[in-house]
Structure formats: C-alpha cells, structure tokens
C-alpha cells in the first residue's frame, strides 16, 4: 500500500507531502500541456508503496545532518552512542526523523504543518538522549515552496543540534550548478571530513555558467555558502534557485559519477561530523540548544522558465 499523501495546489503548481515518510517531500512539479514538469526528482510509486525516504523528492534532516562518525561522540562529558539505532549506515547518518512519521496538525490548499516529538528510549531510532520537538511548515506560493524549520529542546540539559533538508533533483547531462562558496571539505573514502581546502569546483560553481552536473565525482560540504544555489536545465529554458536562511550556513553538494541519474543540493546548518570534527564553528556549523531553547528557520525553491 502506497503511503498517504497530502496534495498543496497553487494554479498549476502542485506538492505531494508524505508525512508517514519521514515527514518527506513527494514531488514538486507544475502541470503543463505536455504533463508534470518537476523542480524535485518525484518519488516512484515503488518508494511510496516501500516508504522509503530515500526515494522521496526531499526530506528532513534532524537532529543532525549528514553523517556522525560510528555514531559516536562525547557532549557535556558523556559519552553518546548512536549505533545501535537502527540506521543502516557505518556512520550514523542524517538524524533519525526521516526515518519516522510526522503527524499532520493543520492543512489547507497551500499549507500543511507537520510536528515531530523525540522521546528517548532504549528502542531503536530512540537512542538519542536528549528529548525535543520539531515544526515543518510547507507553503506553497505562485512563487516558491518555501519550508520552514523549528525545533525545541525539551530537556533539562544542553543538546547538540543541526538540521537541513535533503532534496533530488531531476539530473540530465546538460544539468548546471551556480552557487558561491569559499571552500570544500575534503573526505577521506567512507565521506568523513579532513580539511577545509580549495578545490576546482569552488571557482566552477560561481562561474556565470554555472557548473555541470557531470564535473567532478561529488559527495563533499561546502563551508561559506552564500546561502543562495541555482540548479539550471539550460536546453529546457528552466531552473530551480534555492534560497535559505542562516543558519543554513552550509551546502552540500551530491553528484555521484558512479550513478549519473543522482544530484542534491542541500541547505544544511553543519558539516559531516561536526561534533567530533576539531574545527572552528563558524567552518564546520553545528549549534547547542539549552534548555527551552528554539532555532528556526526557513527554505525556498524558487522556480523560473
């Protein structure tokens, strides 16, 4: 059975939400003569029916991004393990509320709000200690889809936090890439971090052109994001601009030689690692929640033909 799917509609302009998937983005497309024209890669009706987040057009990425290093680390003098929760990875990897539903509080034509509560536990994809409540606000304007994160730490002590989203977009071999960033981290071959250098695709992202898809084999964070990225379909007339808030300090850059079909650019609020990485902050991202405390902030993909 496919999962259930809440539709936005603007004009032509249309958004599947799939809540019981990690809270996910379906598709992100606008109706034409010829037939759905899409900004994100749509997820198949395989992936709906697996639930598999993996296969959505974007989801959520919390309480951290990216990946943790044998999902392990040390917070306030206390050693964390996040192993055993269930995330298939050798790093833990992008959270664990893309692994589970969001409910569904209020939906309109244009609008639905999903929330996400943490409660640790000794039950697999609970094994984060710190307790905490999520918001994602999906808009849809003649403009844009705009998303709009919140989270709250509801423990009684500080918690490490980072957050961003994770989308696909549809990769052809004219696929270009704009974007303006100071630096990359390099990895070492399971993609944890080991330095913040230059690298050719910094000066190829802000040429005027943009840089294509197909360049370089990529799965790499960029430090010094301008916090603006377009993704441009040039022999269709089209593109896509992603447009984020601080603290989506952070992007990350998904182009996979091995699998040409693949490509993400996400708005990300810290680097692979960033609580064991030895690193400024202002470079590697990340923040701390005290208690009570709330970050937000907000996302757009503005599309242009």
Same mark, same amino acid.
């Given at each position: ?6 539709? +936005? ?9 799939? !809540? ?42 919390? %309480?951290?991004? /990216? =990946? ?22 050798? *790093? ?22 999903? *929330?996400?509560? *943490?409660? %640790? ?28 994160? &919140? #989270?709250? /730490? ?15 977009? !549809?990769? &052809? ?5 704009? #974007? ?19 690298? %050719? ?35 269709? #007339?089209?593109?896509?601009? +992603? ?6 300090? *952070?992007?990350?850059?998904?182009? !996979? ?9 996400? %708005?990300?609020? /810290? ?9 400024? =902050? ?20 503005? !599309?242009?033909?």
């Amino acid at each position: 059975m496919s999962a259930a799917l809440i539709e +936005l509609r603007f004009g032509a302009r249309h958004v599947l939400i799939a !809540p019981d998937v990690g809270g996910a983005i379906a598709a992100y497309f606008d109706e034409t003569d010829k037939g759905p024209l899409h900004w994100l890669r749509p997820a198949t009706r395989e992936a709906l029916a697996a639930r598999d987040p993996l296969g959505m057009a974007s989801f959520p990425l919390l %309480p951290y991004c /990216n =990946r943790i290093r044998e999902g392990r680390f040390v917070f306030d003098g206390r050693a964390i393990d996040l192993s055993g929760d269930g995330n298939a990875f050798d *790093h833990a990897l992008h959270g664990h509320a893309w692994r589970r539903p969001w409910r569904v509080v209020s939906s309109t034509e244009t609008a639905v709000e999903l *929330h996400f509560s *943490h409660e %640790p536990s000794a039950e697999p994809a609970h094994h984060w200690p710190f307790r905490y409540e999520a918001v994602q606000r999906i808009a849809l304007t003649a403009e844009a889809l705009t998303v709009t994160m &919140t #989270a709250r /730490n509801l423990s009684d002590r500080p918690m490490p936090f980072g957050m961003g989203h994770h989308p696909y977009y !549809p990769r &052809t071999s004219a696929t270009r890439i704009h #974007a303006r960033v100071a630096a990359m981290w390099h990895a070492t071959p399971d993609l944890l971090p080991t330095h913040l250098a230059t690298h %050719p695709s910094v000066d190829r992202l802000a040429s005027p052109e943009g840089m294509p898809a197909d360049s370089f084999d990529l799965d790499n964070n960029y430090a010094g994001w301008s916090r603006s990225a377009t993704i441009a379909w040039p022999d269709e #007339a089209r593109a896509v601009t +992603l447009r984020a808030e601080a603290p989506f300090d *952070h992007m990350v850059l998904y182009a !996979p030689s091995s699998e040409p079909s693949l490509l993400c650019v996400e %708005p990300v609020s /810290n680097t692979v690692d960033w609580i064991n990485l030895d690193a400024m =902050r202002d470079v590697k991202g990340g923040c701390v929640l005290a208690p009570g405390e709330s970050v937000s902030a907000s996302f757009a993909w503005v !599309p242009s033909r």
